[in-house]
C-alpha cells in the first residue's frame, strides 16, 4: 500500500541550527513529492513541492528539499533556523490511481528555542 | 488571494447528535477533498470531489458520515450520529484540474464530541 513516513515526531532546535527533516514514501509508479507546513493556529500551507527536473527543490522561507529516488526519499532541509519556523511540517506524495490523490506524513513537529 | 473557505471554526457536540461542516472552494477548482486530521496525526482523506461527482469515497463511514456538492462549488459533510472517535480537525482542500497543482487548505473545522 502506499504510504509516507516522517521518521521524526518531535524536533526541538535552537536559532542558527540546520534542519533536516526525514521522509520517505512508499509507492512504486510516478509520484509528485510536496512539503506542507502548518504555523500554530493556522492552515496549511505549502512549502515545497516537486514534479520532475532537478531533483532540488526551493521553496518559500528559505527551505529546500531533495528528491532521491533510489531512497524513495524526499528530505526537506533549511541551512539555519528561525524561531518563527517553529511549526508543524507534512511531507506528502501525490499519484493517479483512478483520481489524484495525496497521502501524508504523520508530521514533525518542530520547536525552535530563540 | 482567493482562500478555502470552512465554517464553522469550532464545533462542540454531544454524541449522537448531528453534525455538519460546510466548504467553498477557491473558484474555478474542480477537485474538492474533505480530510480528517486527528491530533498528532497527518490528514487523511475522507472523500474526493470532481465537481459535484464523488470519486473516491473508499476511506468514508458510509454509515454516519455523508457528503455532497450539488453544484459543483460548496460542499457540505455531515456526520450522523456523532461518536466520541469523531473527535477531530475537518479540513477541506481544493485543487484546479487543469495541472498537477497542489491543493490549497482551508482553516479546518475542529469538532469535539462530548
Known sequence: ??????????????E?????LGCNYSYGGTVNLF??????GQHLQLLLKYFSGDPLVKGIKGFEAEFIKSKFSFNLRKPSVQWSDTAEYFCAAGYTSGTYKYIFGTGTRLKVLA | EAEVAQSPRYKITEKSQAVAFWCDPISGHATLYWYRQILGQGPELLVQFQDESVVDDSQLPKDRFSAERLKGVD???????????DSAMYLCASRQVRHLDEQFFGPGTRLTVL
Do not use: C, R
Request: hydrophobic share 40%; net charge negative.
Open chain 1, 1 to 14: 500500500a502506499q504510504s509516507v513516513s516522517q521518521h521524526n515526531h518531535h524536533v526541538i532546535l535552537s
Open chain 2, 75 to 85: 460542499s457540505t459533510l455531515k456526520i450522523q450520529p456523532a461518536e466520541l472517535g
Open chain 1, 35 to 40: 512539503w506542507y507546513v502548518q504555523y500554530p
Open chain 1, 16 to 20: 542558527a541550527a540546520s534542519l533536516e
